[in-house]
């Protein structure tokens, strides 16, 4: 019965990250939103991919396990460059891209290089290990600049409704993606209940995006007293 669920919940988010995909392209929204909709496509490949090799090798199988990982790393990498996105998205007026660019790869090769030494100090040198601290500390440094780039929308008091859905969203996603590293590394006896997050977070992120790009017209605009209360 868990397996079913989680591939109930794999299979939703194949589908809305196809869907998202697919409007994107109908509505003209694809080259604005280029590194989202590389993102969702290559995330949608991966999880049919994952289920390929599954059915064919099974879960505790060495070509699932790396594969999983190897595929979850580079997601995760995707997902970051999907966040500098935005980010050029929001400051796009400032003519600042390119400068975000270099700092965020710069921010990138460093998270690497430290989870590198925290993998070599802490036991003999496994690919896998090295895999699975990378990922996790990228959905940490997510979430400090996920909340960097929301105080840069209610400073620079940006108001296109659809970005600011998907800056919230993706503030959720790596919020609750690191805190649920965090409590499996304090509690990991509650493995049964963690194995549930990763699919049903990785559903909920579509979800939200699915709404941003169906519902919301991209010349939607929210008032910025709506968002919080900034100082002049």
């Known amino acids: 019965m868990p397996g079913l669920v989680i591939h109930v919940l794999d299979l939703l988010t194949a589908l809305l990250q196809a869907s998202i995909v697919v409007v994107s392209f109908a509505r003209g929204y694809s080259r604005r939103y280029l590194t989202i909709n590389l993102y969702l496509a290559a995330s949608t490949i991966v999880l049919f991919l994952r289920y390929y090799i599954l059915s064919r090798h099974g879960l505790l199988s060495e070509e699932y396990i790396y594969f999983y990982y190897y595929s979850d790393a580079l997601l995760t990498i995707g997902l970051y460059f999907t966040l500098i996105g935005l980010y050029a998205t929001v400051f796009e007026e400032m003519k600042a891209a390119q400068y975000l660019r270099v700092f965020t790869i710069l921010l990138l090769i460093g998270t690497a290089a430290f989870s ?9 040198r496994l690919i896998t290990r090295y895999v699975v601290e990378m990922s996790q500390n990228l959905y940490f440094v997510g979430v400090i600049l996920t ?8 400073k620079l008091r940006e108001t296109r409704t659809r970005v600011i859905q998907l800056v919230l969203s993706l503030g959720v996603y790596f919020s ?3 805190g649920n590293y965090a409590l499996r590394n304090l509690y990991p006896q509650l493995h049964f209940v963690w194995e549930f ?34 100082p002049r």
């Not at 590198?116 to 003999?124: H, L, M, N």
Request: glycine content about 6%; some cysteine.
């Open 176 to 178: 609750a993606f690191a």
């Open 116 to 124: 590198s030494a925290v993998v070599q100090q802490s036991g003999p």
């Open 197 to 230: 997050v990763p699919p049903t977070l990785g559903c909920l992120l579509p979800l939200s995006w699915a709404y941003a790009f169906w519902h919301i017209p991209e010349d939607a605009r929210i008032a910025p007293s709506r968002l919080a209360v900034v």
């Open 147 to 154: 909340y960097i780039l929301w105080g840069a929308v209610l």
